[in-house]
C-alpha cells in the first residue's frame, strides 16, 4: 500500500475548538470540583439536556457505547429474542445486543437518505422481534413517526441511536425522544465532545430510569432502613430489583460534564454551521452528476459527516480513483466508512454474517465521506471544493 501523504485536509480526529470560556471552565472544575465524578456537574449536564432535548429522564455516561449496553440491559433480551439494527453503522449500535443473547437481524438503508425505513424495518420483522435499533446516521434523523407506529402495532421496543445526530429534528420534535430509549454521544468526533468522550442515555419509562443509576454506578444505592449511624451495617447499600441483572460502572466525570453544560449552549449554532456549509459545498456541485449528495435544509440534519454516493455507472472504478486523486495530488484524506457490520470477522464468527441489505452494500460500495470537521476554515473549505471539482473533471 502507498504511504499516505501529510494531508493538507485530514480526516480530522476531533470536531470542533473549545472556546477561551469553555477552556477556564474546564480549568476551574478540575481545580475545584470535590468530587471529580458524580458531584454537581453530573446533575447539571443531565438536567440541561434533558432541558434541550425536552424529556425528562436523561443519564449521562462514559460514552454511547455505554449508554448502548445499558439500553441493551433495560430491553431485558432472551435467547432467541430478535433485535433489528441497520447493517451500515459504527459497530457499537450493535453488539450490546448480541451480548445480552439477542439475534442481529440486519435492516437495509435507504439509499437516498441512508438510514433505516419503516418499510426495511418491517421486511425484518418475525415473531421473535422484540427491539428495533433505529441509527440516525451521518445526522440525518430517520422518519421516527411511521417507525414508531409500526412498532407500536408490533409492540416492539425502539432504541434511537442518535450518536451522530444530537439536536436533529423531526416535525419540531428531537431525534432521541421518539424512542423507548435513546442514546447520544460525546465522542471526539461528534458535532459537540467532552473531551474525547462521553455519552447519554434517554429513558422515556420512569420505572426502567429509576434503574438506571444503580446499573450505572456498581449497583449503589441508599439502605431503605432506619440506621443508627451513616456507617451501619456499611456505608452505602448494593442492590438490583432481580437476580442475573448486574450493573457497570459507566459514570461521566464532573469535567466533562461541565463542559457539556457549556458546549449545549452552541450545539444548535455549531448544527446550523455545518449544515450552510453542507448545503453551499453540495450546491457548488450541482453540475457534477456522478457525486450524489443528500442534501437537507432543515434540522432534520446536523451534518455531523458529509458524504455521497458516487454515481460510478458511467466509468467503473470513478470512486477509488476519485479518493486516490484527492488524497494524492490535492492532500484531501477523504475515507470510507460503516463497512456493513455482516461482512466482519467478529459478527461473521458470532453466526450475523448473513444479510439481504442490497441498499447498504451498494451505498457503502460507492460512498465516499468528506473531511467535514467544524473546525475547517473558509479556505480549507473552498480549497477542498476547488479541488473536487478539478479532479472529477480530470477523470471525466
Ligand atoms: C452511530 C454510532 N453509534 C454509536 C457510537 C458509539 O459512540 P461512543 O464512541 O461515544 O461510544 C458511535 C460513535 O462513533 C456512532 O457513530
Known sequence: MRPEPAYRIPFSGRAHRYTAEEVALVARVMQE??????GRHLGEFQEAFSAYIGVPHCFATMNATCALELAAQLCELKPGDEVIVPAHTFTSSAYPFAKQGARLVWADSDPGTRVV?????????????????????????AEMPEIMDLARRRHLLVVEDVAQALGAEVGGRKAGTFGDLGVFSFHSHKNVTTLGEGGMLVVRDPAQAALVPLL???????????????WTPAMGN????????????YCLGEVESALGVALLARIDQMNA????????????LAD????????????????????AYMDESAR?????????RMAFDKLIKCVVQYYPLYRYPLYIKNGFGQADCPGADDFFDHMVSFPFQHWLSDEDLAYMLASTREVLEGLR
Open 33 to 38: 470540583a470535590d468530587p471529580l465524578t458524580q
Open 117 to 141: 425505513t419503516a418499510q426495511m424495518i418491517a421486511d425484518k420483522l418475525s415473531p421473535r422481534t422484540k427491539v428495533v435499533v433505529v441509527v440516525h446516521l451521518y445526522g440525518f434523523a
Open 216 to 230: 450505572r454506578h456498581n449497583g449503589h444505592c441508599a439502605f431503605t432502613q432506619e440506621r443508627p449511624h451513616y
Open 238 to 249: 448494593l442492590d438490583l430489583p432481580r437476580p442475573g441483572l448486574w450493573p457497570s460502572n
Open 273 to 284: 454551521e455545518k449544515r450552510g456549509r453542507a448545503c453551499r459545498f453540495i450546491d457548488a
Open 288 to 307: 457534477f452528476p456522478e457525486l450524489v449528495f443528500h442534501r437537507v435544509e432543515s434540522t432534520r440534519h446536523t451534518y455531523h459527516l458529509l458524504a
Open 316 to 324: 467503473p472504478g470513478l470512486r477509488d480513483a476519485f479518493m486516490e
